[in-house]
């Protein structure tokens, strides 16, 4: 079974500053994705940057970027430059295993981002 | 294409009444999801379709749950006899491979009074 576990149930971050959203996870399975999600208060899920576990490299998506640590079995989100737009519920999830289409959700935390 | 579409977008229903709640997902995707997300929790993987053959189904998606998908275009997902804590966003989405091309639509609250 995999799991997701997000211990930042809220997180405040000053306008411009650069903010890191952790995220652990566990599986067993050898190959598996990781993927971080944006939900604003109107409800949609917005991808953001994906990270496969044999990449090398840390995946970047414009001001996001993905601190991966596989050893340590983490996938924390940077968030650079933040703006006030960035406030919302963020999602870390990952997918693998016998069940690849299936996403496995983290419990989220509230960003705010203060001007 | 404008997306995932979900309809309605809210519902309020009283205890024992069924609703049924329908996504219409991007042309080209094969594959369609369900999720229900409850207050300040991550979504949760209700059941999976490729085409129309639902090939997956989360032990969350008890008897009273039943979804499909004909001719693997829309979905459609119905709760018989609510209960309370049926109340959450279900939330559909889908993809044409891998959960990369996932796109969710806004959902349908649900509320059981």
């Known amino acids: 079974a995999q799991k997701i576990t997000q211990t930042q149930p809220g997180m405040f971050v000053q306008e411009k500053e650069a903010v890191t959203l952790d995220c652990t996870y566990d599986t067993s399975d050898p190959s598996y994705g990781l993927f971080w999600y944006k939900q604003p208060s109107s409800g949609e899920m917005i991808f953001l940057i994906y990270q496969g576990s ?37 999602f870390c999830a990952m997918n693998g295993g016998t069940s690849y289409g299936k996403l496995t959700f983290g419990q989220g935390t509230i960003l705010t981002v203060h001007p | 294409d ?49 085409n129309e053959a639902q090939l997956e189904k989360s032990r969350l998606l008890s008897d009273r749950f039943s979804a499909e998908r004909p001719k693997g275009s829309f979905s459609t997902l119905e709760i018989q006899r609510t209960e309370q ?29």
């Open chain 1, 54 to 90: 044999y990449d090398q490299q840390n995946a970047t998506e414009g001001r996001y970027s993905l601190n991966f640590q596989k050893a340590r079995k983490s996938a924390n989100l940077v968030i650079s430059a933040s703006q006030l737009g960035d406030s919302a519920m963020y």
């Open chain 2, 85 to 113: 804590g049926d109340s959450a966003m279900y939330l559909c989405a889908s993809s044409l491979r891998d959960p990369m091309g996932y796109t969710f639509g806004s959902g349908t609250r649900l509320t059981v009074v």
């Open chain 2, 2 to 50: 404008t997306g995932v579409s979900q309809d309605p977008r809210h519902k309020i229903t009283k205890r024992g009444q069924n609703v049924t709640f329908r996504c219409d997902p991007i042309s080209e995707h094969n594959r369609l999801y369900w999720y229900r997300q409850t207050l300040g929790q991550g979504p949760e993987f209700l059941t999976y379709f490729q």
